[in-house]
């Protein structure tokens, strides 16, 4: 278990939850991480301490996370890492527990002339058909150098991975579950409409890699299990609004509490290791231009020089 030692020690924030039954020595045979983008610990423990509004008096604005890593397991202080607080490389030491490779959320050698874009999953899913590529383009860079990711730490048949930055091999296994849940949450004029709102069913297919994963845990043969949600990381980049954020986690304590108590009830419960990490912080000062601040819209306005600014991402 060393590795596994050995990513506590990198992790941004990271409460430990072994459950055990009455007098039962901790033996951890399985392992269930939470990887959660973009996530502040100082603003996630500000919240587990604040109590609720009207008819919450006393209880925590996010009860399950309070309960089971507060109160029932380990919480442990903000570590940092040298070099940038970018998703990619961030992901990449806290999944190998190894000297940085990847150093950027999109790479160029100049030398090859190779294009590295580590956080694109459309491409990497789409074009299979074409370049037959299994892994991430990060996970193939480690590869290159011969850094092993936690996960390779278990035989293939004992693990269970959903979609992330740093994924080994394809998972396609979740989508047509995914698909029926859309369909079935709709009308049929809504789920053709749907392409309007950006990635169409995105949420359906998280939704379905948690019901995969739950149903996982009553396997005792798989003994990793994760789950990779970048929902915060996503408000947080278009908005410092506290309500918004707020939102998304009790969005994510509500996630906790369905996991812990799909743990719970499983063969390997009194053995299991609950993990919640994540891979940088955010600013969310309402005050400060942050990740938060679109910097396009301001250089081309009047008060940032009325410049053209033209980009060919969403900002």
Known sequence: MRRIALLLLCATVLPIIPLLAAGEQPRVQRVVILKVDGLPDGLLEQYVNETGGPGREGHSRLPWIEHVFTQNGVWMDNFYARGLSLSAPSWSLLDTGRHLEIRGNVEYDRYTLRVYDYLNFLSFYFGYPISRHIDMPGVEVLDEAGVP????????????QS?????RGLRLKSFPGALKRAVAASSPKD????WQLGLPWASSVFRQTEADLIRSLQNPQIRYLDYFTGDYDHVAHLTAD???????LENLDALVGRIWNAIAASPLAAHTALVLVSDHGMNTSEAVFSQGFNFVDWFNSTAGGAHHVLTNRHP
């Not at 979609?163 to 994924?167: C, D, G, N, S």
């Not at 789920?191 to 749907?194: C, I, M």
């Not at 506290?242 to 998304?248: I, K």
Request: without cysteine.
């Open 242 to 248: 506290p309500v918004s954020q707020l939102h998304e």
């Open 163 to 167: 979609l992330q930055l740093l994924q």
């Open 149 to 160: 990711l936690l996960i390779d730490r278990f035989p293939y048949e004992q693990r269970f």
């Open 191 to 194: 789920f053709l409409d749907e």
